[in-house]
C-alpha cells in the first residue's frame, strides 16, 4: 500500500516479491508499506518506508500581466507554478522587442532570485502591489514606440521548467501606455 498525505491508500495486489509504483507526482512524500494477504484476510502491515520522488523541472508560472510604469519601464507580475516539482531557485523574465513585422530583433532576460519564507514548503520573491502571492519585476530601459513580448520561467535545482503564457506590450512615440494582452 502507499498513500500520499490527504488522499486515500492505493492497495496494489502483485503476487511477486517487488513491484514499480507508476503514476507518483514529482516531488512527492508518500508512505509505503507491505503486508501479505491469504483468503482468511490481511496480515499485518510493515512499518511504513517514508520516501519522496525526485525533483523535476517545473510548470509554467501563471497569471502573467505586464504594465508600463513609465515610457521606459515597465513592471510583469505572475503567480508561481501550480506544479512546482521541487523547490523554486529563480524565475527568469525574458523580454523580446519585436519588429513592425512582428520579428524578435533583439532580446534580454532577467533573473529573479527565490528567497526562502518562514515556511520552507513556500518561497517568495519581491511583491510590489501586486495580487496575493504575485511575484513580480520591473523591466527598465524601455524604448518609446516599440512592441514587446514577455514571458516567465521558472527554475529547480533540475533546470528550467515550462514557459508562461506570453504578453505584449507596446508603448506609443507620444508616452501614452496602452496594450496588453496574452496569447
Not at 519522496?52 to 513592471?75: H, M, Q, S, Y
Request: aromatic share 8%.
Amino acid at each position: 500500500m502507499f498513500s500520499e498525505p490527504g488522499v486515500p491508500q492505493t492497495k496494489l495486489v502483485e503476487p511477486t516479491l517487488s513491484s514499480t509504483l507508476h503514476g507518483l507526482l514529482k516531488y512527492r512524500n508518500y508512505s509505503i508499506s507491505v503486508l501479505a494477504f491469504t483468503r482468511v484476510g490481511d496480515g499485518n502491515a510493515s512499518t511504513p518506508v517514508h520516501c519522496r520522488t525526485l525533483e523535476d523541472v517545473p510548470g509554467a508560472p501563471g497569471g502573467v500581466k505586464a504594465a508600463l510604469t513609465a515610457v521606459d519601464e515597465a513592471i510583469v507580475s505572475w503567480t508561481p507554478p501550480t506544479r512546482p516539482n521541487g523547490k523554486l531557485t529563480k524565475y527568469s523574465v525574458h523580454l523580446r522587442i519585436l519588429d513592425s513585422n512582428n520579428r524578435g530583433v533583439d532580446s534580454q532576460t532577467f533573473m529573479v532570485p527565490v528567497t526562502p519564507t518562514k515556511d520552507a514548503a513556500e518561497s517568495k520573491v519581491r511583491i510590489e502591489d501586486t495580487d496575493e502571492g504575485a511575484m513580480s519585476q520591473r523591466l527598465p530601459g524601455l524604448r518609446r514606440n516599440h512592441r514587446y513580448e514577455i514571458w516567465v520561467t521558472a527554475h529547480t535545482s533540475v533546470g528550467e521548467g515550462q514557459r508562461s503564457s506570453t504578453v505584449s506590450l507596446t508603448s506609443h512615440r507620444n508616452g501614452k501606455i496602452f496594450f496588453l494582452f496574452c496569447y
